[in-house]
């Protein structure tokens, strides 16, 4: 399967705590790219690393970048009930997003 | 605002019907995609266009068909549905240049569509 691998499937943690998000991929990659969805909505691109890049920040959000393990971690800080909601990697390989299978976070109040 | 529009939010079909799904994009993109969302699949991408009537298979074609007569409108065709086509349909659009440079996409809403 070309499909991406992401840990853990579901989180849950309190707000104000940060949340962490794994992403493993099989193939040589251009970039990589983080996306959100809110239930039943479309995906709201967040985030994109280079293949060169090894970490990028925005705002609360930081992703690194390991090529040779194939590996990308999500990590949001000081999380908010409103970052509820679903979270894909999307590895850009040739012309295809491969996008990873998400992890459902669920910040509690 | 840049934008993605898709025809339906929900729709219901029977089996055999022909289904089509219409996606419009305001943002003189060159390419556009059209995934299908399963739980615990993530997406998968079943045709993509990089020009107008050029189209290009993805990773799940069989059973569907696209058509791409104007660049800003791309349209998902399925032939005869069926039940295992039930699923939420997601479509995008991305800016043109090399594969490699490809940035975000950017997503319509999705349609759920289910099969009965």
């Known amino acids: 399967s070309q499909q991406g691998e992401e840990d853990p499937q579901a989180l849950s943690i309190q707000e104000g705590e940060n949340a962490t998000m794994n992403c493993s991929y099989k193939?040589?990659?251009?970039?990589l790219q983080w996306y959100r969805q809110n239930s039943g909505r479309g995906l709201v691109h967040l985030i994109l690393i280079r293949s060169n890049e090894r970490e990028k920040h925005s705002g609360r959000l930081r992703v690194t970048l390991d090529t040779s393990k194939k590996s990308s971690s999500l990590l949001i800080t000081a999380s908010r009930a409103a970052d509820t909601a679903s979270y894909f990697c999307a590895a850009l390989s040739s012309y295809k997003l491969i996008f990873g299978s998400g992890t459902r976070l669920l910040v509690r109040p | 605002d840049v934008k993605v529009t898709q025809s339906s939010r929900y729709l219901v079909k029977r089996t055999g019907e022909k289904v089509f799904l219409e996606c419009v994009q305001d943002?003189?993109?060159?390419?556009m995609f059209w995934y299908r969302q399963d739980p615990g699949l993530g997406l998968r991408l079943i045709y993509f266009s990089y020009d107008v009537k050029m189209k290009e298979k993805g990773d799940i074609p069989e059973g569907y068909s696209v058509s791409r007569e104007k660049k800003e409108r791309f349209s998902l065709i399925l032939e005869s549905a069926s039940t295992n086509q039930t699923s939420m349909y997601l479509c995008?659009?991305?800016?043109?240049?090399?594969?490699?440079?490809?940035?975000?996409?950017?997503f319509g809403p999705g349609t759920r569509l289910t099969v009965l």
């Open positions: 943002m003189d993109h060159e390419n």
């Open positions: 995008a659009s991305t800016t043109s240049g090399l594969p490699s440079s490809y940035n975000e996409q950017f």
């Open positions: 193939t040589s990659i251009n970039n």
